[in-house]
């Protein structure tokens, strides 16, 4: 009895140790895949997954990067490759190049990477692909708008709008006729992937304006035509006559309908002749000053006629022969509220030289502060001389008057510009302003001060300096018959200036150069030009504050050559030939001996 009830109990406990090593087995292999899909999920984590194409571009396995520039070299080959299309009755061509076409990376790089991790280990293990990507590009609408239009006229029967003719007595009504045309829709559709070919369907095309519209314009352009119509401002009538507005009439497409305008140059022309004496020109805010002070000169408005608005009214209140004169305000480019903001309050250098009244220098110089005067420098900008008064020339207000040119006084148109130079150079000199580029005279000229002066020419040299405070500046000049003085207008800041200027040294006598000069008589001489002041070497400073702190330091070397005289002298004389001497008498000849005459005859 003790067997077969031992036999019975084992059964169970055999078939549960089975199970147990079954299910040890499933989870073992369970846990070796998730293992494995972990590992390739680490492994694949930065890569696009195997398989994967883009543009008939593999990329599976590339990192993104990686695959944006293998993306990237083929997208730029299919952009020049020619693109052919079939039409019912030939082909054409284009590129990607002339559609200024541009792929869409971004888009085809999110589309690769869809599926996640899933996808990636199925592909790893064979099992699977990625996904194939189609590459988009991107179209500029107006090529591929000419385009279309191209292929409406190689393709297509493009249709006629309605229109109105208007002639110098009657008008006439062009009737609108249905066309065909390229389907632009599909055109653009099919051409986003850059297709090698592509064929065209030819669709029935409605013209955009229909007979009933301009046959509607026509009867608002007949009774626009049928008087006499006027435009007042006040007592100030500007009439348009019938044939005038003839002349005028315009039509356009507006609002779902064609609409009739009239030709805004031509109108303003026509209503200018009667009211163009009540326009007037915006005026920029200016800056005045008065001693030490400056202040703002308020901008104003100007007001023009508004010939868009008195068109409306013409061509849409077809009852009324006198319509009103509208106006619209212009704005001036520099205002009032911009003025003040540059917040220029008080002056902070003025320098003044003088000069003999009434030489043709004169004239130069006055012209010039003329155009430089209220010249306004925003912080951290520069000014250059040169660039501000433009090449000196007659038609710009100069004359001629002399000025130095290699070591002797000459006359040019401009002359006396130096002048103006020395002052603008001393003004920014004591507004402590940065000193960019300056050049001494060749001669010392009394005139000014030693060494801390500037000359100027068209090509060079230059004066350029400077607003390196943070205020913006205002030049003001005022020239008068014998001066001209240079005020700058800024805030002070604390600025101060001290300089310095040290006794010449190093002399150098003029001595006197001669020239040749064959047109002058052989012998003559010529004095061209007197000797001048001496040559010599100065130094000057200049220190400038800002408060108590120094923020430059400066120290400049000048050295001026002598004003040499110049003397022309003519070819030499020519020697005279030596008089000629009288022939010396010679002695008479001697008979010969008789024995040695000469028989005679023979």
């Known amino acids: 009895m003790s067997g077969p009830f031992m036999s019975v109990a084992t059964r169970p406990r055999r078939r549960g140790r089975r199970a147990l090593v079954v299910g040890a087995v499933v989870v073992a292999v369970l846990v070796a895949l998730a293992a494995a899909v972990g590992l390739v999920a680490l492994l694949e984590r930065d890569n696009l997954t195997r398989g994967t194409t883009i543009g008939g571009v593999g990329v599976g396995g590339l990192t993104e990067d990686e695959a944006r520039t293998a993306v990237s070299e083929a997208a730029a080959r299919r952009v020049t490759r020619p693109i052919t299309l079939r039409g019912p009755t030939g082909t054409a061509a284009t590129t990607g190049a002339e559609l200024r076409a541009e792929p869409k990376l971004h888009e085809a790089l999110e589309a690769a990477e869809d599926g996640g ?12 692909d990625g996904p194939d990507v189609p590459l988009s590009f991107r179209l500029a609408p107006v090529p591929a708008a000419r385009l279309a239009n191209r292929l409406d006229q190689r393709f297509g029967d493009p249709p006629r709008d309605a229109t109105v003719v208007v002639g110098t007595e009657s008008l006439r009504v062009v009737e609108a006729r249905s066309g065909t045309s390229v389907d632009r829709v599909a055109l653009r559709r099919g051409l986003r992937t850059l297709p090698s070919s ?3 369907d030819v669709v029935s095309a409605r013209p955009v304006v229909s007979t009933a519209e301009a046959e509607s314009a026509a009867a608002t352009i007949e009774r626009l035509l049928d008087g006499t119509r006027r435009v007042r401002a ?13 002349t005028l009439v315009r039509t356009q497409r507006e609002e779902g309908a064609l609409g009739v305008t009239l030709d805004p140059k031509g109108l303003a022309a026509s209503l200018r002749v009667r009211l163009g004496d009540l326009e007037r020109p915006p005026r920029d ?7 030490a002070r400056a202040r ?19 061509t849409h209140n077809l009852d009324s022969t006198i319509h009103r004169a509208w106006f619209s305000r212009t704005e001036p480019e520099f205002t009032t509220a911009d003025a003040e903001a540059l917040d220029i309050r008080e002056r902070v250098s003025e320098f003044t030289t003088y000069y003999a009244c009434c030489q043709p220098r004169v004239t130069n110089i006055q012209r010039a502060a003329e155009l430089l005067d209220g010249t306004v420098l925003l912080p951290r900008t520069g000014f250059s001389l040169n660039e501000a008064l433009g090449k000196r020339t007659e038609a710009n207000g100069f004359v001629s008057a002399p000025q130095i040119y290699r070591g002797r006084l000459e006359d040019a148109v401009g002359g006396g510009i130096s002048q103006i130079a020395t002052t603008l150079y001393n003004a920014a000199f004591f507004a402590g302003l940065k000193l960019v580029a300056h050049q001494a005279h060749q001669f010392y000229i009394s005139r000014y001060p030693m060494g801390r002066e500037a000359t100027v020419s068209w090509g060079g040299p230059e004066l350029i ?3 390196d405070w943070p205020a913006a500046l205002l030049i003001k000049l005022t020239a008068t018959d014998s001066s001209i003085t240079v005020s700058m207008f800024s805030r002070k800041l604390g600025r101060r200036v001290k300089t310095t200027t040290g006794e010449p040294y190093a002399p150098i006598a003029p001595r006197t150069i001669t020239v040749s000069n064959p047109s002058l008589p052989p012998g003559a001489t010529s004095t061209v030009q007197d000797a001048g002041e001496s040559g010599f070497t100065v130094q000057y400073t200049r220190e400038v504050f800002r408060g108590a702190e120094r923020i430059k330091d400066e120290h400049y070397t000048v050295r001026y050559d002598a004003q040499n005289a110049i003397v022309e002298i003519g070819p030499p004389r020519r020697a005279r030939p030596p008089a000629a001497e009288p022939p010396e008498e010679s002695p008479p000849a001697e008979e010969p001996p008789a024995d040695e005459a000469q028989p005679p005859g023979g």
């Open 285 to 291: 805010a200016t800056f005045a000053a008065s001693g």
């Open 234 to 246: 006040g007592d100030a009538v500007a009439t348009l006559t019938p044939t005038r507005l003839r």
């Open 296 to 314: 703002v000169v308020r901008s104003q408005f100007g007001q023009e006629l508004a010939v868009e608005r008195i068109a409306r009214s013409l």
């Open 198 to 200: 592509l064929r065209l």
């Open 117 to 128: 991790t899933a996808k990636r280990v199925l592909a790893r293990l064979g099992l699977g």
């Open 465 to 467: 300096f400077r607003n």
